[in-house]
């Protein structure tokens, strides 16, 4: 069975007749008789009462009209979606390495109109979605990737990003300005579960983070939201405050120590190939006006 088994059924069960669905499909009555009779044995029974020369559907034959009345709606679906100069809205995809979206969707359209994709990945997987077509940009940082002409990669610098401890009052910690990532080793310390980095630095150090307290931004937002209530030792980043409101605002609750290691400082860039420039460039003049 086919597609034109089923549109040459549905045509006969429209006319009701052989005769009047063949001129109404400008083909012979006797081509239409046999793919009748064909989708008839494939199925294994009738699919017409003939009465008086006229052919009138059975509960077989009204069951298979149902389906293929959704079938031609499925058919005039993919031509209305694959029609000539009727494509959907093309819509950019951005991944990045981290949370850091709101500093674009503050300006974004203003500058484009077209759909926004984001995508939170570790930063093994930055190359690999640039390289796919997957991302058509991405904030990272250099670790896997290198600007290249002749690859054709770009980048621009967006945030310097430096990892830090949220410190409560009552932490033996309590008062400390700078913390040795080695000092944390084994420590149950909150952090947000996008937070890929740590890994990495944890990787790098030599040391055992306990990341199991790993956190939505829902559970995040309940501990750092509110004005009142204990907070938790919590690893943060400099990229988080995105004003000096933000930052008194964190300090008031608690000490903010810079944590110092192998990787606890990085640059991020926004890359993305030249070739792409073009198709690119309101968005990218929006991350410029972003992060400057």
């Known amino acids: 069975m086919d597609s034109t088994h089923l549109f040459y059924f549905k045509a006969i069960a429209e006319a009701e007749s052989l005769t009047k669905a063949a001129q109404t499909l400008h083909i012979s009555q006797p081509a239409l008789s046999k793919s009748l009779a064909g989708l008839e044995k494939e199925l294994g029974r009738g699919l017409f009462n003939r009465v008086g020369g006229r052919l009138y559907l059975n509960s077989d034959g009204k069951a298979l009209l149902e389906y293929a009345n959704q079938v031609d709606f499925l058919f005039m679906q993919i031509r209305e979606r694959f029609a000539a100069g009727e494509r ?66 770009s980048r621009i610098p967006v945030l310097s990003e430096q990892l830090l401890l949220m410190i409560p009052g009552e932490h033996p910690l309590s008062g400390r300005r700078r913390v040795d990532i080695s000092e944390l080793t084994g420590m149950p310390i909150m952090r947000l579960n996008s937070n890929y980095w740590l890994e990495e630095i944890a990787a790098s150090n030599g040391v055992e983070l306990n990341l199991s307290w790993s956190v939505d931004s829902e559970t995040w937002n309940f501990y750092w939201g509110s004005r009142s209530g204990d907070i938790p030792l919590s690893f ?20 903010i120590a810079r944590v110092d290691g192998v990787g ?16 690119l460039a309101k968005f990218l003049d929006c991350v410029r006006l972003s992060f400057q």
């Not at 606890?264 to 198709?279: A, I, Q, S």
């Open 236 to 255: 943060d980043t400099s990229a988080s405050f995105v004003t000096h409101d933000m930052l008194r605002s964190r300090r008031r609750r608690c000490d």
């Open 264 to 279: 606890t400082d990085r640059m991020l860039y926004l890359w993305y190939f030249e070739r792409n420039g073009e198709r």
């Open 88 to 153: 959907e809205p093309e819509q950019l995809s951005l991944y990045s390495i981290g949370n850091y979206f709101s500093f674009i969707l503050r300006d974004y359209f203003q500058y484009d109109t077209r759909p926004l994709s984001l995508k939170v990945v570790p930063n093994a997987q930055i190359a690999e979605s640039l390289f796919s077509g997957d991302a058509d940009a991405a904030i990272a940082d250099d670790r896997y990737l290198r600007p290249s002409r002749e690859m054709g990669l």
